[in-house]
């Protein structure tokens, strides 16, 4: 057990402290501002005061305010965010990894992409060139690798490398399940934009006489049971619109494949962009699955990976889900929050902890080719790179791939070596 001595037990201190040491390291953690009895004691000293014996790292302010504010922050040349006195670490780790892990810098930065997310190149990570490495990770090891020498009761780390692949099913099937007068519209673009092959494609797929181009569930099946670890699927149940577009819930055909997937796989609800609207919506996206399944839904990612903090997890949180996967860039892999570990929400305008776990997603199959326009080979050298860097700190790899990227044809031929590689290296 370590014990973490400050004068002031702040909200936010009492979060960084529990989600660095225990959820991340599973060191359990008490706070305390008696400093007397800390000799003899596992501690630090998290404040100005000097105590003899005991290590100490001298306290940013962030941990000690409310709300949010323009700090003017930014990592200096040697990759520190908030540098500080200290006979342990270089930086106050605490503080820097609140910062990254809350999105504060997201609270600031109001300029958005056209889907309304935050952009990969506006974070100070990428600006400073650490958006490809897990520094809240690198940073508390270190920290607790130089508490260790000096207390060698700490219980050793121990941490195990996992890569979780997780799919995406925006739509189902390319041709199958769509209602009379939705596939009649297809089939006449078709003929009238003289994609006769298309068309033609349309009517075999229809006629039984070859696959849907979007039918890789067998293959997801063999991958995740090759990689030991038990996927995550999120469907979209939202109604018919400009960026929902799945099959409508009610198909015969996508509730099947819903449920069976489900009896391999932990399945999630995608929430469509509409979501955003009114919360009712979400209610009702959740209700769809779980009248499919059977189940209570307690997971969820948010279609285009759109987070607007702190309204999405707030809906999140009252509509009953525990975990979210939507932490992760659109326009670059990598680590948005500067972890690959899950940890629990802290929400900055409440100033308070939520139940919510945030899952980070770290490699995305159209970040890569669509925004980072990498060919397979790049693409595959950078997701080992990434892999390597979660490997360092025994992470976990989150890996976002959809159903028709995981297919043999179309524009994405060839790209499962991509996703093979991130999980089998």
Request: proline residues 4%; aromatic residues 12%.
């Amino acid at each position: 057990m370590l014990t973490i001595y400050s004068d002031n037990i702040s909200p936010r201190l009492s979060y960084i402290a529990k989600v660095l040491f225990e959820d991340l390291l599973d060191c359990p953690v008490i706070l305390t501002s008696d400093r007397s009895g800390l000799q003899g004691t596992s501690a630090l000293n998290y404040s100005h005061e000097t105590i003899d014996g005991i290590p100490y790292i001298r306290p940013h302010s962030l941990l000690f305010e409310q709300g949010v504010r323009s700090i003017g922050q930014s990592f200096d040349d040697a990759g520190k965010l908030f540098p500080v006195d200290s006979d342990l670490v270089d930086q106050d780790i605490l503080a820097a990894s609140f910062f990254l892990l809350t999105r504060y810098e997201e609270y600031l930065h109001p300029d958005r992409d056209r889907y309304g997310r935050a952009k990969a190149s506006d974070s100070l990570l990428f600006k400073a060139g650490l958006i490809e490495r897990p520094v809240v990770d690198e940073w508390v090891i270190q920290l607790y690798q130089a508490l260790r020498h000096r207390f060698a009761s700490l219980p050793p780390i121990q941490r195990e490398f996992e890569v979780l692949p997780t799919f995406d099913i925006d739509v189902a099937y390319c041709y199958r399940g769509r209602g009379f007068w939705r596939r009649w519209r297809s089939s006449l673009k078709d003929l009238f934009t003289l994609k006769w092959e298309r068309w033609k494609e349309r009517r075999r797929v229809l006629n039984g006489e070859q696959a849907d181009n979007f039918d890789s569930y067998s293959y997801q099946q063999r991958i995740c049971a090759q990689s030991g670890s038990k996927c995550k699927h999120f469907f979209l149940l939202g109604n018919y619109g400009p960026l929902d577009k799945n099959l409508s819930h009610r198909q015969p055909i996508l509730r099947t494949l819903i449920q069976d997937i489900s009896s391999w796989s932990d399945v999630g609800i995608h929430p469509s962009m509409r979501s955003h609207e009114k919360e009712r919506i979400l209610k009702k996206e959740i209700g769809r699955l779980e009248k499919i399944t059977g189940q209570k839904t307690t997971r969820s990612r948010q279609h285009y990976l759109k987070v607007e903090l702190p309204e999405t997890y707030r809906r999140l949180i009252r509509q009953g889900i525990e975990e979210d996967y939507s932490m992760g860039y659109a326009d670059h892999i990598g680590f948005r929050a500067g972890t690959c570990t899950a940890f629990r929400w802290y929400d900055l305008l409440s100033e308070e902890s939520t139940p919510l776990y945030v899952v980070p997603t770290h490699i995305m199959d159209s970040s890569l080719k669509d925004y980072m326009g990498l060919d397979r080979e790049s693409a595959t050298e950078r997701v080992l790179q990434l892999r390597e860097s979660v490997q360092a700190v025994n992470g976990t790899l989150v890996v976002l791939w959809h159903n028709h990227s995981a297919a043999r044809q179309g524009e994405w031929v060839g790209w499962r070596s991509v996703l093979e590689s991130a999980l089998f290296g």
